[in-house]
């Protein structure tokens, strides 16, 4: 559609309410909608507009929230993962490793985003907006309007809001469960409980915040979705065999229930006045049943310079200082100062980095990456130009004949450079090589066995996928229209951002990797208002000097991340 600005004046704005659902999929809110268990959904989608939604690769909380956030790729936003995946950065050197696998270094927060932030353009011109519980947010930032921060706010953390003083005037509140209430060894009955509760209280403070005034843009996320599925997936998705845990498929269900009886009450409230988007950062799907072991993979593609001798050797202590590091450093701390065992730890990374051509990385359950050692890292040796690109295509050859020995089923089934998935300043901080596993294969980083594909009992049911959700409700919206992935070309994130600036009369940055979902608008209102553009600001690719408070904080949150096992 060809775009033009209107005359000055002509400005159309209408209201948003968006309403996140974390983790949500179509897979199982179908068959709940079937089951009469989510009518406020279901009235909804039927009429407006509905589709699949696209997450980002990985399709993590992290990367997934800062698209919808800055209308951008990772290449340009910089987030890929909770924390920084370049094995080579100053904050992962400085972390124990294996040789053969990379580190995460730095957690990320909202000073980690080099980008405009949709709040920071509505704010800008004049729009009232509350945000609550959005990942991403914390450390609050100054906003027309108020702000709850999401996850990765630590635990305990009293600036929390925006402005400071809403966190004393708000009624009892919870961001989320803490990690011990979400693992398994708490009982069904307690953890179903407690999520019913937190989300309860989530509810209240959304509500009373709405009614305070008419808000431009109010943004709410429930994360409950999310932890529910992670641990009871296979109850919701229709296609797993859920007849052992029948005892408390009620109880997971009313859980949706409440979260409908939710968005019921902020759809009444919002009126006609407001437009609707109900969206998801990502998909769920079962959990695989076997796991690829890194170790063996690395073994395979011969990433060392070396396959014996005392490279090996070295290789070997460091795996197993790796595997015990606390272990002995407590036990010898007594005897030797600490300083002195880091040193000799640095040392043998040190001896062998320059044996390593490459590392292999976790990006997700499922998805991997690989690191190649170029000479612009500390102690890399592969020169760039064709010495790096003949490497890469060597191992991305082999990435691509990886099979199940017992089967002979390819593992991998999609593996692309990394510019062919991101663009942007900051696609040099994504692995030189990304692949995606088959859905019956999750990545195993911990295993030392010889074999390549090993079965651990998962607890998990559940993890993510890419296809999340949108519907979209309201007066501008075409009513009753559905897309699905093989009918037109898939949406991501990126376009809910464009369309939501669009809608509040916001003239869209040119740089927005987004577009707007035209398809989904009233085809009367596109011609009465055309898409308006301006010239997009041009951020330093430099993000804040002091991503945390301090150290104390940041590991905090990296022990918290360690417990919902986005570390290990």
């Known amino acids: 559609m060809e775009t033009r600005s209107l005359p000055d004046g002509e400005v159309m704005r209408r209201k948003l309410l968006i309403i996140g659902w974390d983790g949500a999929s179509f897979i199982a809110l179908d068959g709940l909608i079937e089951r009469g268990c989510l009518p406020t959904l279901a009235r909804l989608r039927a009429g407006g507009f509905s589709a699949p939604l696209n997450s980002t690769l990985p399709p993590v909380s992290a990367p997934a929230w ?12 910089g987030i890929f993962q909770f924390y920084e995946v370049n094995p080579w950065s100053p904050k992962a050197l400085g972390r124990g490793q294996r040789t053969h696998l990379a580190v995460p270094g730095v957690v990320v927060n909202s000073r980690s985003i080099g980008e405009a932030k949709f709040w920071e353009l509505m704010s800008a011109a004049g729009l009232r907006l509350a945000l609550i519980n959005l990942p991403m947010t914390y450390p609050p930032t100054p906003i027309n309007g108020l702000m709850i921060t999401g996850m990765l706010t630590p635990p305990g953390a009293r600036r929390f809001t925006y402005p400071p003083e809403l966190a004393d005037a708000l009624p009892p509140y919870e961001i989320d469960l803490n990690p011990r209430e979400k693992d398994f060894s708490s009982p069904d009955a307690e953890f179903l409980r407690r999520i019913r509760e937190v989300l309860a209280k ?10 305070r005034e008419r808000w431009d843009c109010f943004v709410v996320i429930f994360t409950e979705t999310d932890r529910l599925q992670h641990r009871y ?3 919701v998705d229709p296609r797993c065999d859920a007849s052992e845990s029948a005892h408390i498929e009620a109880d997971v269900v009313d859980v949706y229930r409440q979260l409908d009886r939710a ?22 799907g079962p959990a695989a049943v076997k796991r690829l072991n890194f170790s063996a993979l690395a073994e395979r593609l011969q990433l060392f310079v070396s396959a014996g001798g005392w490279e090996r050797n070295v290789r070997r202590a460091l795996n197993r200082i790796s595997a015990s590091k606390r272990r002995i450093y407590k036990y010898l701390s007594p005897l030797v100062p600490e300083r002195f065992l880091q040193r000799a730890e640095a040392g043998l990374k040190d001896l062998v980095r320059r044996g390593v051509k490459a590392k292999l990385i976790k990006l997700h359950d499922y998805i991997g990456g690989v690191w190649i050692n ?11 130009g064709p010495p790096y690109e003949a490497l890469r295509t060597q191992l991305m050859a082999q990435l691509d004949e990886v099979r199940d020995p017992a089967t002979g089923k390819p593992i991998i089934i999609d593996v692309r450079r990394r510019e062919d998935v991101y663009h942007g300043p900051y696609t040099t901080a994504a692995p030189d090589i990304i692949f995606v596993l088959d859905d019956e294969y999750g990545i195993e980083t911990e295993g030392r066995s010889p074999e390549l594909v090993l079965r651990i009992p998962q607890k998990n049911q559940g993890t993510h996928r890419r296809e999340g959700i949108l519907v979209m409700s309201g007066r501008t919206i075409q009513p009753n229209a559905q897309m699905t992935q093989a009918s037109s070309t898939a949406l991501g994130l990126e376009d809910v951002t464009a369309t939501m600036l669009y809608l509040a009369g916001i003239p869209l940055p040119d740089d927005l990797d987004g577009r707007v979902i035209e398809e989904a608008l009233d085809e009367d209102f596109l011609g009465r208002h055309p898409i308006r553009r301006r010239p997009g600001r041009r951020p330093s690719p430099d993000v804040a000097s002091a991503v945390w408070e301090s150290a104390e904080e940041e590991a905090e949150i990296r022990a918290r991340l360690r417990e919902l096992g986005y570390l290990e």
């Open 233 to 235: 997936w296979h109850i």
């Open 66 to 77: 800062t698209s919808f956030i800055t209308g951008k790729n990772p290449g340009k936003h």
């Open 202 to 211: 989530r509810t209240r403070v959304a509500l009373e915040l709405f009614r």
């Open 263 to 284: 968005l019921a009450e902020l759809v009444r409230l919002a009126g006609d006045e407001y437009d609707i988007f109900v969206l998801s950062d990502h998909g769920f």
């Open 374 to 384: 170029t000479a612009d890292h500390p102690g890399g040796f592969i020169e760039p």
